[in-house]
Every structure is written in C-alpha cells, then in structure tokens.
Nanobody, 127 residues
Framework: QVQLVESGGGLVQAGGSLRLSCAAS????????MGWFRQAPGKEREFVAA????????GYGDSAKGRFTISRDNGKNTVYLQMNSLKPEDTAVYYC????????????????????WGRGTQVTVSS
C-alpha cells in the first residue's frame, strides 16, 4: 500500500509563497505519475498540477499556470508544489495523489484516475 503525506501548508499573505511537499512510501514511487488537487469548502475538487514519472512532462490547471511549479525528486520519494504570487482564492486543502496505473509516462488531471491520496494540507491566503 502506498502512503502519501503532505506538508508545508499554512497561513500566508497575498503575494507570498509556500512550498508544499508530498512524501511517498513504496519502492514503486518512481513509476507513478503524481498530481496535486485542491478543494475549498462547498466547492468541487480542482486540478492544480501533475507530473509524469520521469518529471519531464507536467501540466497545470488554469488557475495555477504561471504561478505554481510541480517537481519531483524520485531519489527522495518526494513531490513538490512551489506556489508563488498566492491569492486569497488559492485558499483550500491541497491533496497529493498518485496514479498507480501501468503507464506512468502520462499525467492526468482526472481525479478518478488516481489511486492513492494523502490526507491534505491546509493553505490559507489572507488579503
């Protein structure tokens, strides 16, 4: 069983930055595409960013483009989300997810394709 643990959330002023980390267990981590999603109270889960197994392919939701960067260090079994120029609308619980499908060369923004999820970390951006 794969376990994911997010960290790095907190309270930040608008325009500030946060770096989220997702530590994964399991020796097959390097073959998984990984994603970040977020969910605010009363709203649907939203795709934020994804990265394929090698790190060479990435994708972002419209709200994240130009401000967020996803990366991974397979040697450390860790995925990162660097969040810059934060806005109050970025306030949400951020979840790390792993796609356990056989073809890890592709990333996806469809949440149902992800097999493993972390518990989430709260990000709050104040005005």
């Amino acid at each position: 069983q794969v376990q994911l643990v997010e960290s790095g959330g907190g309270l930040v002023q608008a325009g500030g930055s946060l770096r989220l980390s997702c530590a994964a267990s399991g020796r097959t981590f390097s073959r998984f595409a990984m994603g970040w999603f977020r969910q605010a109270p009363g709203k649907e889960r939203e795709f934020v960013a994804a990265i394929n197994w090698s790190g060479g392919g990435t994708g972002y939701g419209d709200s994240a483009k130009g401000r967020f960067t996803i990366s991974r260090d397979n040697g450390k079994n860790t995925v990162y989300l660097q969040m810059n120029s934060l806005k109050p609308e970025d306030t949400a619980v951020y979840y790390c997810a792993a796609d356990g499908s056989l073809d890890g060369s592709r990333w996806t923004q469809v949440s149902v394709t992800y097999d493993y999820w972390g518990r989430g970390t709260q990000v709050t951006v104040s005005s």
